[in-house]
């Protein structure tokens, strides 16, 4: 039984907490700004980010390129095996380059798309270095992901709609419209993709949506959660005391600060929660 490196990307949103001293690397995506380029958690930082985000004028993120996860593959040489954790294939070009450099490389790696995004897969990530480091197999820790790939929840409110509109996600008409009537989304990542969940009048609805959709998709069964936001703690904390009343046995619970990568889609005041039946 030989040792499992992970790799994965920095759409993962892990929280600063996680800090494992081996076998865990990280590939960052771009980050365009007004015509600049930075890689994620390299030369721009969550703090630089949030400076920026509210005055740039262009912003948008690009995949790695099948170079960037050979140089990650080829870190691993410690290791026997390499599982590669990618967002997923339906919001990004990730998967494609991380499987395409698997065949550039002598390393034996298989790459794993977790069809999720942010906290969602970071979940994914922390369980999978967690057993790789206990000494699990990668077929071992295969067969968990997909269980709690199947089974994870994702639910999030975006606090505005510019930054979807910017991206492409919505119409300019949708996010004038969601803006004068205080509109706030409530979103799910279901398959892959983002989809609506619900749409709510205030923050203060979205969120009681949110939990309300956390006991009825736990149904008292004990889970594991990461909460997840971007300059919104109160939001978080708000949230998090939602999930509590709800009487939902939470085996752990995880508080994450939404990156570059991800942030750029979302915009400032975003909050979530992410989900599944705790593995015992």
């Known amino acids: 039984m030989g040792k499992v490196a992970i790799v994965t990307d920095s759409g993962a949103d892990l929280p600063e907490s996680f800090q494992p001293k081996q076998g865990l690397h990280i590939v960052p995506l771009s ?143 949708a996010s004038m419209l969601g803006t004068v009537l205080k509109i706030k989304p409530v979103l799910q990542i279901v398959d892959g993709t983002v989809a609506p969940l619900d749409r709510t009048r205030g923050k203060t609805k979205a969120l009681q949506r949110i939990v309300r959709y956390f006991g009825e998709e736990a149904n008292n069964n004990a889970v594991t959660a990461s909460i997840a936001h971007l300059e919104g703690l109160d939001v978080a904390a708000e949230l998090k005391a939602g999930l509590a009343e709800t009487g939902v046995p939470i085996s752990q619970l995880t508080i994450s600060e939404i990156g570059p990568t991800i942030g750029v889609h979302t915009g400032p005041g975003v909050a979530g929660v992410a989900f599944y039946p705790t593995i015992d």
């Not at 007004?34 to 509210?54: A, H, M, Q």
């Open 31 to 173: 980050v365009h700004i007004d015509n600049v380029d930075y890689k994620d958690g390299i030369d721009l930082t969550r703090e630089e980010f949030r400076r920026r985000l509210p005055t740039a004028q262009k912003i948008h993120t690009a995949q790695p390129s099948p170079g960037d996860f050979v140089k990650a593959y080829q870190e691993t040489d410690y290791a026997d095996k390499v599982l590669c954790l990618t967002l997923s294939s339906r919001l990004s070009g990730t998967y494609q380059s991380a499987v395409m450099a698997s065949d550039m490389v002598d390393n034996d790696v298989v790459v794993f798309d977790t069809l999720s995004a942010s906290v969602g897969m970071g979940l994914m990530v922390m369980r999978a270095v967690e057993m790789a480091n206990a000494g699990a197999t990668r077929h071992e820790i295969l067969r968990q992901l997909q269980q709690i790939r199947d089974t994870m929840r994702i639910a999030l409110l975006v606090d505005t709609l510019e930054y979807l509109e910017r991206n492409g996600r919505i119409g300019k008409a």
